[in-house]
């Protein structure tokens, strides 16, 4: 017999070994690199293995150029960030691990998609062995309309702010042409009540002299309408200066309120340009590890609850697999209760007992549900933390708050 006969082999014994990144073709890199890791972790590395740069202070975009760059040309710098790339997406690489072709791994990517975890899973089915050129393709359409996306909801609030600030420039304009008109209009009242004055000082003094004089009756009486007459006028004047007057007050205020609409306009702007960071940021750290954070690890210390129970009332039930699974995950555990749209708002009482924190969403819970809620947290002295609105950003911002 052969040596072939004595020890067969098949291509089920040899072992799947996936694919590294040099190996890759290079039009893959940038949407590895851009979507899977961080500018702050790619530059550490850079400086770590002494990469050398063009300019002294590199742009984030020549960083990001750089790396790709080197990453298919140097084998040092293709290693550094392969074994990055692994060590940070490792469970997800784990479970795409597990499955098998193309098509198991579409479903899988689609639906890690679907979750919003797609950092970890862009480079678990990129790297994976059974990966093609097709599965690629669909995986980089998939991410550049999601940055379309983020990028069209940016542009929107711009949009809004920009277009209240046009709106205040041109109703300060107004203001302003009818402040002047008023103050013309003042002026010229004024001067108007001034020579009705000096008439009407010239007319009593007339009366008076006529009076001592004796003059016949019917001058007396002519002067005395007269001097009605200049009476009368002046209390018109009057009254226009004063309506005048309120016009330009009015016109103040209008002012003042415009002001505070683009204030609250801009500081909206900026707590969704916080809340859209916090998620992008959140989501690919902790939705995108099945480790979580309930290890205290370095890159999660900020966010331990040190085994804290938050008790979340309201919200939009889509929302609360997320929720249960960030709390969980940063050493903690999560309780719900509706607000009364199902539940009873008496279970709200057996569950502050053991609730170490209280969160609710302020655009979507009852106007009964946050009073009983604010009468329980002083009741039972327990931390309330309103959330601005029911989303991702703002639950993982007030989780922070929390955690400190």
Known sequence: MCDQCLHPTSAAAIPRRRTKLWEIDGQWHCTIIGTCLTLGELKATATRLGVQLHSAKPSDHEVHTAMILLVKRERVVGKAVNKLLDRKHGPMVRRFDKVEGEDALTMLWQEMLAKGEVA?????????????????????????????????????????????????????????????????????????????????DCEIAETRRLAFAAQPAEEMERLRRAVLDFQSDLKNELALRRTAEGEARQAMMVMRDLDLRLAQALQDNNELKGDLAASEGRLAAFLGSQDGVGGCSAE???LDLCGRCILFVGGRSQHLPHFRRLVEECNGTFTHHDGGFEESITKLHGLFGRADAVMFPVDCVSHSAHDEVKRLCRRWEKPFVPIRHSGMGAFIRALASVAE
């Open 120 to 200: 970890a899973a862009c480079w678990a089915v990129l790297s994976h062995p059974d990966a093609t050129d097709a599965l690629r393709n669909l995986v980089f359409g998939d991410i550049h309309m999601l940055s379309h996306q983020v990028g069209a909801a940016s542009r929107a609030d711009l949009r809004r702010v920009h277009a209240l600030e046009r709106e205040k420039a041109e109703l300060e304009a107004r203001i302003a042409r009818q402040q002047g008109r008023l103050r013309g209009e003042v002026s010229r009242r004024n001067t108007v009540i001034r020579e009705l004055r000096q008439r009407l």
């Open 300 to 302: 999660c210390a900020s």
